[in-house]
């Protein structure tokens, strides 16, 4: 018995669908389609005008990251399910070929559920150097309070996201089928009206 509860607490301690962290979240089933069935969302939906609360993912060496790191600057944030599927893999490349006609002041990160090492192979292949790839698949932080992270599947769902210096959001799309592509065209429209703002 002791042995089995032993099991138990080492099992719930390390899985990240487990946590009690999850467990307190919220559930949005009427957002987004996978496979044409609505997918459960799990964490707080975000809107247009709200502050951006911190996260913390990790890079390719698994060194925190948080969003208070890119104080005074403009973000744009392309989340993705997995990097090894052809939209997640077009969209990432698509933004990081946008970068170099920006300002310093605008970072464009990538955030996926994928290990630091499999995004690191992806990035190396497919010559991405110009956006920041980052990963939360250690604690799940940023899905959870960005209400991105897919219940029993733990992956984020496809979303882009713009903040402004103040760390405000002043843009988001959540793709409301996870297997479509973003609107490109409205994201960039909408970082170029900002990075040209004083």
Known sequence: MKLFTL???????LSPSLSAHDIE????????????KFVTLLGKQLNVGDHAPNFKVVNES???VTLNAFKGKNILISVVPSLD???CSIQTKRFNEKVASLSDNTIFLTISNDLPFAQK??????????IQVLSDSVWRD?????GLLIKDMGLLTRSIFIINSEHKIIY?????????HPNYEKAFEEI??????P
Request: aromatic share 10%; charged share 20%.
């Open 7 to 13: 099991i138990t607490f080492i099992f719930i301690t």
């Open 25 to 36: 979240l919220s559930e949005n089933s009427s957002l987004v389609k996978a496979g044409g």
């Open 62 to 64: 698994f060194s925190p």
């Open 85 to 87: 599927t052809g939209v």
């Open 121 to 130: 192979r992806f990035c190396t292949t497919e010559s991405i150097n110009d």
């Open 142 to 146: 940023f899905g959870t309070k960005y």
């Open 172 to 180: 988001k799309e959540l793709v409301t089928n996870i297997s479509e």
């Open 192 to 197: 170029l009206l900002l990075n040209k703002k």
